[in-house]
């Protein structure tokens, strides 16, 4: 069953801009990964971020995450017209061998 | 480069014949998945192999099959498309144990058209 809740839906922004995305969920996790699907192809995985941790960054990737109510954000600095994507929240409840549950995405618009 | 493939990128079938996805991978990874992706919506997962062993997803339509004859290869089978099968095929391969943080590697996807 779908656990995670993506917000918003859909999302356009300029170049140059920060684009926010967030996602809820229902049940205890033990980590949280954002995945990037570009129109027409795969999932690639963008950053994990373990129930222990608060904040983690990679490159211009900014992800929080916050147990107590069971959310997460995705932030994405200084946007370009090649992270024109849909981006996707997965929840594993449990380290090592756990399945991914997926949210509904977020689809992000960025203009030059 | 280790990387997931899946054949054919695109798929045409008719109502009710056979057709066999299949994907590969050189990541050696012990656990392989199949979702079915419909327009803007999530990935739905639909099975998967932890090395032989096979787990089916509850709602899983009784259509859909899957093979795994070794660690490289697994098979998406669905015996008799119907119109509501037509979606995105996505695979993907995963690595348990030694810290591996369950990160899926996804292949390039199947479109598969059902006329």
């Known amino acids: 069953s779908q656990q995670g809740e993506e917000d918003p839906q859909a999302l356009s922004i300029q170049e140059g801009e920060n684009a926010t995305m967030n996602c809820s969920y229902k049940?205890?996790?033990?980590?949280l990964q954002w995945y990037r699907q570009n129109s027409g192809r795969g999932l690639v995985h963008l950053i994990l971020i373990r129930s222990n941790e608060r904040e983690k960054h990679s490159g211009r990737l900014r992800v929080t995450l916050d147990t107590s109510k069971k959310s997460s954000s995705l932030l994405i600095t200084a946007s370009r017209a090649a992270d024109t994507a849909s981006y996707f929240c997965?929840?594993?409840?449990?380290?090592?061998?756990?399945?991914?549950?997926f949210g509904k995405g977020t689809m992000l618009l960025v203009s030059p | 480069d280790a990387m997931v493939i899946q054949n054919p990128r695109y798929q045409v079938t008719q109502f009710g014949k056979p057709v066999t996805l299949s994907c590969s991978q050189t990541l050696n990874h012990n656990v392989m998945y199949w979702y079915q992706q419909k327009s803007s919506q999530a990935p739905k997962l639909l099975f998967h192999y932890y090395d032989k062993d096979f787990n089916n997803e509850a709602d899983t339509p009784d259509n859909f099959q899957s093979r795994r004859p070794n660690t490289s290869f697994c098979f998406l089978d669905i015996r008799s498309p119907g119109l509501g099968d037509a979606a995105m095929y996505l695979c993907?391969?995963?690595?348990?144990?030694?810290?591996?943080?369950?990160?899926?590697?996804f292949g390039p996807g199947t479109r598969l058209t059902v006329l």
């Open positions: 997965a929840t594993a409840q449990n380290s090592g061998y756990s399945t991914l549950t």
């Open positions: 993907a391969t995963s690595r348990v144990g030694g810290g591996a943080g369950n990160e899926q590697f």
């Open positions: 049940t205890s996790i033990n980590n």
